[in-house]
């Protein structure tokens, strides 16, 4: 076996029956990380390139923002009110004159940033606590899914602002609230992945190997369960955008004049027949932004299966 | 006779339930000699799964408890030991391995990963010397290109090849004591005989005594040295193979076997044993196996019988072999029975 042929072999990590059934040395075989083969087979799924794509393109509105645009966000230009796309405003102007380009630019750092800590935050506690009460189950069980009951026992939104109303507004506290009312929704998405994984006659014989409950979750329960709480999380940064927008209309979010996507959707609202593109704008963006996380998941859930190798 | 790993003296689990204490153990005493291979046959419910899970300690809590008895491991008393304890023997001294080849892998990781994970647990070794080592484990259950197979995932390798994995895997820290939960009853009769062969010679070559639960009367015949019957949560009757099979003296025992086909004999019908299981509950009076009985009277519906010594290691759960009922019911009825 020459060393190109060795190399697309190993890239490949295909037992080659052709070659007499050859294999690699650990070490080789040690040099393909899980990592890695995960991040090679996304790369071959061009949804989850789009959509890495896409969320690139908006990271990278948010940082260079400054670059692309004269314009400050709060900047009135009470005279060129609601003025269509044009060269000088490249997406119009909203109802103040503010330039809807530049909010959107900004914007994108406020909402990523919104989606990314509210979904990552509701992620961890949600998932921990639903694998704590999945997998002890009984009374520990009880005390938790009763709390997420409770939780999920009031509207979504009336429970934010009740949060945010004990904290003060600010974007942080929205945050913070955002991430608790996500909570419930992955821990008992998890709670029941883990009830349905303990039966599973793996985690038996992994007890009868005499394994650890902690190393039998972090081995067995954790990684088996990955792909709901990976699509769900996608699926959760659009919410949390959205729910974002909803305690900011009601003045407890984001502040004026910071710019925030759902703050312009709720802002624009009055003016959808007058000036539509003041509402596509910010829509669209928030649209292509939770598009492009579901396109990544999806990806990284085929890419972490097994079962879709080779 | 050498020395005895397991001996498990009046063993009762109950599952509590919301309708009420349900004994599928219920006094289960038998114990398994060092590099011995003890059967335990029984039709589904009766129990044999549950005593598995007992001495392992893995009896799905709540709803089953063991309520009383002793699991003597080694002179150690295993039934009320703590978990601690526990981890340090499972795998390492004591093994598992479970009827569901398919499912007994976790899907997301190598062969190699897994096993890795067994050595590394209770032997503190490098990485690199559990791969060799697995792969060594790998072509002790014959698997064939042992090195490739090692970094294949478990969905790729078909059912006997999962169960050799999971053989290799229980032996790996080299136990004393290997407990198969119906090991081949989810595979073809061919990879059967196969992994069948292998545990005999596993058994032969280290010396590993084997605790191998089954309903299969076939698999008994293959590979165990003594078998214990059981019926609804109770042994019923304890012996050696040869004379379980030629000659059982309990009445279920019996019937088990001859509701087994016969190569020599022409019959229209296969025998089967009218009724089923009885739901195993508390406060039950008379023999538990008395309202499916052929031979029954009486004092079987009265009294429970207590497992009777009938020969040399031999014990059956049956009042015709109780010293006060006369051997004259015992030679007459019997004769009756199996002198077909």
Known sequence: MSMEEKKEYAEQQIPNPAKGGQHLDPEEIAAISPWKDTIRRLRKNRFAIIGFVIIVFFILLGLIAPLLTSYTVAEQQLVNRLQPPSEEHWLGTDHLGRDIFTRIAYGARVSLQVGFFAVTGALFFGTLLGIIAGYFGRWVDMIISRIFDILLAFPSILLAIAIVAILGASLQNALIAIAIINIPIFGRLVRSRVISLREEEYIMAAKAQGMKNGRIILHHILPNSIAPIIVQATLGFGTAILEAAALGFLGLGVQPPIPEWGQMLADARDFIQLAPWTLLAPGISIMLVVLGFNLIGDGLRDALDPKMKN | ?340
């Open chain 2, 1 to 340: 006779m050498s020395r005895i790993v397991l001996e498990i003296k009046n063993l009762s689990t109950h599952f509590f339930t919301d309708s009420g204490e349900i004994p599928a153990v219920d006094q289960v005493s038998l114990h398994v000699h060092k590099g011995e291979v003890v059967g335990i046959v029984g039709e589904s419910g009766c129990g044999k799964s549950v005593t598995s899970l007992s001495i392992m300690q893995l009896v799905p809590n709540p709803p089953g408890k063991i309520v009383g008895g002793e699991i003597n491991y080694k002179g150690e008393n295993l039934a009320f030991a703590s978990e601690k304890r526990m981890k340090k023997l499972r795998g390492n001294e004591i093994s598992m391995i479970f009827q569901e080849p398919m499912t007994s892998l976790n899907p997301l990781f190598t062969i190699g990963n897994q096993m890795r994970e067994a050595f590394r647990f209770h032997q503190k070794i490098s990485k690199k010397e559990a791969r060799e080592k697995s792969i060594s484990m790998l072509k002790l259950v014959g698997i064939p290109r042992a090195e490739s197979i090692i970094d294949d995932y478990p969905h790729q390798l078909s059912g006997g090849m999962r169960q050799r994995v999971m053989i290799a895997m229980a032996m790996s820290c080299d136990p004393e004591l290997l407990i198969a939960d119906e090991p081949t009853t989810a595979l073809d009769v061919t990879i059967q005989a196969q992994i069948l062969d292998l545990m005999r010679k596993l058994n032969e070559e280290k010396d590993t005594a084997i605790l191998l639960i089954t309903h299969d009367l076939g698999v008994v015949a293959d590979i165990c040295d003594r078998v214990v019957v059981m019926y609804a949560g109770q042994v019923v009757e304890e012996g050696s193979k040869r004379e379980i099979l030629k000659d059982p003296k309990h009445p279920y025992s019996q019937g088990l076997i001859r509701s087994l086909p016969r190569i020599h004999e022409r019959e229209q019908k296969l025998y089967s044993i009218p009724g089923t299981v009885p739901k195993p509950k508390l406060g039950r009076v008379g023999c538990r196996f008395a309202p499916r009985c052929e031979l029954a009277f009486n004092r079987c519906f009265e009294g429970n019988p207590e497992l009777y010594v009938t020969g040399e290691g031999r014990r059956s759960r049956c009042f015709l072999y109780d010293k006060q009922e006369g051997e004259a019911i015992n030679d007459a009825t019997t004769e009756a029975v199996i002198g077909d």
